[in-house]
């Protein structure tokens, strides 16, 4: 939540055809999708600090800029806002500006004692003009100033004084060649150009300009300056950044042609699975993964496993449970993460905790690891981002390739999160002697064959499109699946709600007689995800049996169903074919056609399909 961006240049730009503003307005257009309640920018220039902010989006703050243009400047902070302490006002744009208008920081986190800060302060003389908690920190950092006489022992000093989480970056006139950023729980990355450093709350802020980047830990402070970067502890003591190249380029982060990222990343997905599954296999043919760093005897010994996570990728735990219970007997659970510490969880050193998260910066999550990792559980994260905090504070990781994903609502990440925590399924399964590697050589070549299944899925998306059109004045949907299309079911629904902002629940099907069948009258929309007939346990029979009572009582059904699965037919409104899958790998096709439908009808309704009113991509506020 929220996007920071710095950019410190030299005065002597040869070869160059940007200066800071330009540096700062691509960044904060590449990082909008964590923040759009506002954006703001500030300058050092010779003159002093200059600033612009502006309630909206990032194209408010450029309109802005134009009709008040800034002067040139090889020094530029940035920042977009979602909003927690305050509305999405001008005045609690950031930066927010002190000392008389030299001082300009921005902010990304939540300072919990700011009251009994602001309070402070307001003794000593201070006065505010924002309800942030952003203007607090700042004052705070003036006010050390003026004692410690040196920007970067004065952040050190503010950090000291802080309650919560975050990232700070401030910039000084007195201190005209810096930027002085601190990060506690909050993402903060390093760029290294030529003679040029950047700093971003991921690698997307600068990714224009340089690929190689620098992670930070916890509890640091950067100074950047054209001749370089230092990183200092909380305690002063002198620190390490770990230098990493991004393994994507700019390209990756552009709409390629779609009308929004959401569309582009629904067609990501083949390369997602495909990408997160390479380079698994080692010389023997035996399934290993690189970055899983636990002694394997203590994977031998684990006696249960829980998936933390939320939203989308607590969903992908649910699908995943399935898979692991199947593979590996090893009692599984998956709970959301916000959840997971106030229940006082049982956890001890046989539990293995997989926290599974896109961004890696999820900080309900992060705080479930640490409290897993307290009470003494291995921690194995899921992640889709480099070098992200979680990452870092788990022991060890499996990363999804899906390359950046940008629009708000998760597509990709999810595909790929289910087929990394499958391949961690048929790791503990294989290491632990619950299946021969040829078992697992079957399922990995099931695998295989997804990518594919997912572009049939996608060359038909006309259908869809079609009906998500037809529907655009729908107020309310249902999503009904069983076993592994029970979770998918209840990402649909997600998807719906937060990118077309319509009603729609998700239910397991067999539930619907005990309650929710009491919503059905003529008309509801109900989308049934169909397991394939092939499959164990009558499975098959009993959701076509739920499609036959939602049917009776005037629903419109809309069935996702295998091709071949002729049973379905004479229940089903409309008929959305996918290739033939076994069960498990049902939910890597399945869901695709909820993505595209969601997509659609918010596209039809006129929404912003990527930016959907109050969320954010990245979640890192309690
Ligand atoms: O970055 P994470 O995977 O930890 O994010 C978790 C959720 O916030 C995320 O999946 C959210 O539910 C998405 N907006 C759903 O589309």
């Given amino acids: 939540m929220c996007g920071i961006v710095g950019y410190v240049g030299q005065a002597d730009r040869a070869g160059r055809d940007y200066v800071a503003l330009d540096v700062v307005l691509e960044g904060l257009r ?81 300072i919990e004692n700011f009251a009994e800060l602001k309070a402070d302060l307001m003794a000593k003389g201070f006065s505010f003009l924002s309800e942030t908690d952003t203007e607090v920190a700042a004052s705070v950092l003036a006010d050390q100033l003026a004692s410690a006489g040196d920007l970067t022992e004065a952040m050190r000093r503010t950090c000291m004084l802080l309650d919560g989480a975050f ?13 002085v ?33 620098v992670e930070m830990d916890n509890d640091q402070i950067v100074t950047i300056t054209p001749s370089g970067y230092q990183i200092i502890d909380f305690s002063g003591g002198v620190a390490e950044g770990k230098p990493f190249r991004v393994e994507w380029d700019a390209a990756a982060a552009e709409k390629g042609g779609f009308d929004s990222f959401m569309e582009k990343e629904i067609h990501d997905q083949p390369a997602a699975v495909r990408d997160t599954l390479m380079g698994r296999l080692d010389e023997n043919g035996k399934l290993t993964l690189d970055e899983l760093r636990i002694d394997e005897s203590i994977l031998r010994s684990i006696d249960k496993i829980i998936v933390i996570a939320c939203g989308t990728a607590a969903y992908s735990g649910q699908v995943a449970r399935y898979a692991i219970e199947h593979w590996c007997r090893i009692p599984t659970e998956v709970e959301l993460a916000h959840e997971f510490r106030y229940r006082d969880p049982i956890v001890n050193e046989k539990t293995l905790v997989v926290a599974v998260s896109q961004s890696g910066e999820t900080m309900d999550t992060l705080m479930a690891v640490r409290h897993a990792r307290e009470q003494g559980a291995k921690v194995i994260a899921i992640c889709n981002t480099h070098g992200a905090t979680i990452p870092r504070e788990s022991d060890a990781i499996i990363y999804t390739h899906a390359g950046p994903e940008i629009a708000v609502a998760s597509t990709k990440a999810f595909l790929a999160q289910i087929t990394a925590s499958y391949l961690l399924g048929l790791y503990l399964a294989q290491l632990r002697g619950n299946m021969f590697a040829d078992e697992v050589n079957r399922v990995l070549d099931e695998l295989r064959a997804i990518p594919e299944k997912i572009a049939e899925v996608l060359a038909h998306e006309d259908q869809i499109k079609d009906l998500g059109t037809a529907m655009g004045e729908t107020t309310s949907v249902l999503f009904l699946g069983r076993h592994v299309g029970y ?13 077309a902002y319509i009603h729609a629940e998700g239910f397991a099907a067999g539930e619907l007689k005990h309650g929710p069948i009491a919503l059905v009258e003529e008309g509801q929309p109900v989308f049934i995800i169909v397991p394939s007939p092939r499959g164990r346990d009558s499975l098959h029979a009993k959701v076509v049996s739920n499609i036959q009572e939602v049917r009776a009582r005037g629903a419109v059904t809309i069935v996702i169903a295998e091709e071949g699965d002729t049973a379905v037919e004479a229940y089903a409104n409309h008929v959305i074919r996918i290739p033939q899958s076994p069960t498990l790998m049902q939910p890597l096709l399945a869901t695709v056609p909820l993505q595209i439908f969601a997509a659609q009808v918010a596209k039809s309704k006129g929404y912003d399909v990527d930016q959907p009113r109050n969320l954010a991509k990245s979640v890192t506020v309690e």
């Fill in 181 to 213: 950023a601190a990060r506690r729980n909050s993402p903060l990355v390093i760029g290294v150009g030529e003679d040029e450093y950047f700093l971003g709350s991921d690698v997307s802020g600068f990714i224009d300009y340089t690929k190689d980047a």
């Fill in 487 to 499: 979770p998918v079911a209840l990402e649909g629904a997600l998807k719906l709600k937060e990118i």
């Fill in 167 to 179: 990232t700070l970056l401030a910039v000084h006139a007195d201190f005209p060649e810096r930027i």
């Fill in 30 to 110: 590449r990082l909008e999708y964590r923040g759009y309640d506002s954006a703001g920018v500030a300058l050092v220039h010779d003159s002093g600090v200059h600033w612009r902010k502006k309630a909206g989006k990032v194209a408010a703050l450029e309109a802005e800029i134009a009709a008040r243009p800034l002067p040139e400047a090889v020094v530029g902070i940035g920042h977009t806002r979602w909003a927690t302490h305050g509305g999405p006002t001008d005045a609690n744009a950031h930066p927010h500006v002190v000392a008389g208008g030299k001082l300009a920081v921005v902010h990304n986190g939540i």
